[in-house]
């Protein structure tokens, strides 16, 4: 007895893998987004602060570790919101700190070469962290994060509420009251 072929290819739309194989656009940027993106902004900014310290002291390390410590607490528990929003919040800091420390305590003269070496990488982390915190903001609303400054410029909020608003001009229906609740008289027989 000869049992019948079955076809498991599962069919799906334009967006998805079809014919087998992942999308022209998903093969184009698989090289700029590697699987494990938040790990990878974690060692580069780790090996450029490290690098920084070499030429800045004092709060620069402190504010840059602290944020880089928020980071591997965000890929340990990769399910958190407040983990990533911390690592994201985090990132946002440091960028003004790093600005007004490196704008301080930078020298134009008077820096070895190791130094000057140590400020480029300070100075190189300062300008990948506006990019990192687009791909951390990403994971954050993957996690389930919503945008919680809503600003006119953005678009109309896309946010559907079962909650009717305060100020709305209709009375709520009540849902447990019988006919007597909705101004229906009960009728006779």
Not at 56 to 76: H, K, M, Q, R
Request: proline residues 6%; neutral net charge.
């Amino acid at each position: 007895m000869e049992l019948p072929t079955v076809n498991l290819k599962v069919a799906t739309g334009r967006a998805g893998r079809g014919r087998g194989g992942p999308s022209r656009v998903c093969r184009a940027f698989a090289f700029f987004f590697p699987r494990r993106i938040l790990e990878t902004i974690l060692l580069v900014h780790w090996l450029l602060t490290t690098w920084g310290c070499i030429a800045f002291e004092g709060p620069y390390p402190w504010a840059n570790f602290t944020i880089l410590a928020l980071g591997v607490w965000a890929v340990a528990q990769r399910d958190s919101i407040d983990a990533i929003s911390l690592f994201l919040g985090g990132l946002a800091a440091t960028i003004f700190l790093d600005i007004v420390h490196i704008s301080i305590f930078y020298q134009r003269t008077g820096f070895s070469d190791t130094e000057r070496f140590g400020a480029g990488m300070a100075i190189l982390s300062l300008l990948l962290k506006p990019l990192s915190c687009c791909f951390v903001y990403h994971m954050y609303r993957e996690r389930g994060g919503e945008l919680l400054l809503h600003i006119g410029f953005l678009g109309p909020s896309q946010e559907r509420s079962d909650y009717q608003t305060i100020d709305s001009p209709e009375a709520p229906a009540d849902p447990f009251g019988g006919s007597e609740s909705r101004g229906h008289a009960p009728q006779g027989y």
